[in-house]
């Protein structure tokens, strides 16, 4: 069984960074990632990686502003926010799979077995 603690949320403002950390527990994920889901709205993919390194990919719309990272040794994950707008506020979820995860199915959230349990980032002036 995968535990998953994410960390690093919080109120910024406008043009401002965050830098999320989602770390493993239990048995190494093969493909760890990103969702959010805004007030209202549904849980939507942000970005995603392969532990090995063979793949990273990001959602169209946030790529150029946010980056997924991993650090094997800790089992981790990051997310570098930047220049945050109103529009990233969010609960932001880490999320992991059991099992290796073809690339064209990693924005897919039912591919992911793991939940870690959220974390509030809030973008006001």
């Known amino acids: 069984q995968v535990q998953l603690v994410e960390s690093g949320g919080g109120l910024v403002k406008p043009g401002e960074s965050l830098r999320l950390s989602c770390a493993a527990s239990?048995?190494?994920?093969?493909?760890m990632g990103w969702f959010r889901q805004p007030p209202g709205k549904e849980r939507e993919f942000v970005a995603a990686?392969?532990?090995?390194?063979?793949?990273?990919i990001h959602a169209n719309s946030l790529r150029g502003r946010f980056t997924i990272s991993r650090d094997n040794a800790k089992k981790s994950v990051y997310l570098q926010m930047n220049n945050l707008q109103s529009d990233d506020t969010a609960v932001y979820y880490c999320?992991?799979?059991?099992?290796?995860?073809?690339?064209?199915?990693?924005?897919?959230?039912?591919?992911?077995?793991?939940w870690g349990q959220g974390t509030h980032v809030t973008v006001s002036s």
């Open positions: 999320a992991a799979a059991r099992r290796p995860i073809i690339a064209s199915s990693m924005r897919q959230i039912d591919q992911y077995d793991y």
């Open positions: 239990g048995p190494s994920p093969p493909v």
């Open positions: 990686l392969k532990m090995n390194g063979a793949t990273t």
